[in-house]
């Protein structure tokens, strides 16, 4: 089966950087998009960055220029880049990849378990 597994998360100072990392395991045919999504208390799960296996990237506004995803094809991976953290960038990150496991599978969303990032002011 898939397995997605988040690490890099954890406290920071307002400021400061953290950089996530989601490596994909198990089946996989093909992977298309990647991303990752934050969900913070009380609040819904929002997107905050996606890339393509192209690598274009959807950036969310309220982590533009601030943050940057990318990915590495070849080792089923992505990354997150987040700089300048913010007290309300504080929330469970998740990562998210639309994955197909054969070649005869539909594209399926697959979710890791989630890392806690927590931005101290």
């Known amino acids: 089966q898939v397995r997605l597994v988040e690490s890099g998360g954890g406290l920071v100072q307002a400021g400061g950087s953290l950089r996530l990392s989601c490596v994909a395991s198990?089946?996989?045919?093909?992977?298309?998009?990647m991303g990752w999504y934050r969900q913070a208390p009380g609040k819904q799960r929002e997107l905050v960055a996606a890339?393509?296996?192209?690598?274009?990237?959807n950036v969310a506004d309220s982590v533009k220029g601030r943050f940057a995803i990318s990915r590495d094809n070849a080792v089923y991976t992505v990354w997150l880049q987040m700089n300048s953290l913010k007290p309300e960038d504080t929330a469970v990150y998740y990562c998210?990849?639309?994955?197909?496991?054969?070649?005869?599978?539909?594209?399926?969303?697959?979710w890791g378990q989630g890392t806690q990032v927590t931005v101290s002011s």
């Open positions: 998210n990849a639309n994955i197909q496991t054969t070649w005869a599978t539909s594209m399926n969303d697959y």
């Open positions: 198990g089946v996989i045919f093909r992977i298309n998009t």
């Open positions: 890339i393509t296996r192209g690598g274009s990237t």
